[in-house]
């Protein structure tokens, strides 16, 4: 449970925390959108203040029937935000959100230690030939179709059953190209109704078959707000809530907006397992 960044093993085996960094207009919880330099520097200090071990940088909202950007607008907004972070906090750790071979490639030179693909290949052939030639830890990612269509494409015969079969081909794929360091997200809230994330969550002990670290993005999603009637902004509680299960269950990463109960979570499901 060890991945290679830049040099530095770090060991998954205790939880990190992954904090959100969206550079974006329309991401889905306002209050993660960062959109001049000075935003960024904030909101970047912060979480690494309050311990996130990682920083995962998004120039292309993922949200259910989020509109397109290109390739060029997708890179103006996410190189210089890297440049940016690590001249000012050159001991951080960059994941980048993309799925996008070149802005998964242009990220890398620029010093991007991670590349966190939210289609796992599906959408840029060229991604994990990338991936393999700057061998850079590779977060894969459950979903179907593309942002745009993907609410419409939540039908499965057996949703766990897929999802694992999945990763099998994904895992299969990935290590042929001679990519060293995976993480798998099964993907929650892409191509996947409120029941259907309540059984994911449910079963997330599952994926543990596939003996590689697990991420778990469920922060301020529709699965919280949407069973209290509410909104993302009004979502921090569920979301500490069902981080808590995801690490209980076997989460190696959490995703999260709010870096510092997401620690908080980490440091006392250890004491329970103690």
Do not use: W
């Amino acid at each position: 449970m060890t991945i290679n960044c830049a040099g530095n093993l770090i060991d998954l085996s205790k939880p990190k925390i992954m904090g959100i960094l969206n550079i974006t207009p329309d991401s889905f919880f306002s209050g993660s959108r960062t959109e001049n330099k000075d935003a960024v520097l904030r909101k970047a200090e912060k979480m690494l203040k309050e311990e996130a071990d990682f920083l995962d940088i998004g120039g292309y909202s993922s949200r259910p029937g989020a509109g397109d950007i290109s390739v060029e607008a997708e890179i103006k907004r996410v190189i210089p935000v890297v440049e940016l972070l690590l001249k000012n906090f050159p001991e951080a750790l960059l994941s980048i959100d993309t799925f996008r071979s070149k802005v998964a490639e242009g990220s890398i030179a620029a010093g991007a230690h991670i590349i966190n693909d939210i289609s796992g290949g599906n959408l840029d052939k060229n991604m994990m030939p990338v991936i393999a030639k700057y061998q850079v830890p590779y977060i894969m990612m459950h979903m179907k179709g593309t942002p745009k269509t993907m609410k419409e494409l939540n039908q499965y015969q057996n949703m766990l059953q897929e999802i694992i079969y999945y990763f099998s081909e994904k895992i299969k794929q990935a290590r042929l190209a001679g990519i060293n360091d995976l993480i798998i997200d099964p993907g929650f809230g892409f191509a996947k109704n409120i029941a259907q994330n309540f059984e994911l969550l449910s079963q997330l002990e599952l994926f543990q078959m596939l003996e590689l670290p697990i991420l778990a993005g469920i922060s301020r999603k529709s699965i919280i707000y949407k069973t209290f009637k509410t909104s993302a902004e009004n979502a921090l509680n569920g979301t500490t809530v069902l981080n808590t299960l995801c690490l209980q269950k076997g989460a190696n990463i959490l995703r999260v907006h709010d870096v510092k109960e997401a620690v908080e979570c980490v440091k006392l499901v250890a004491q329970i397992k103690k």
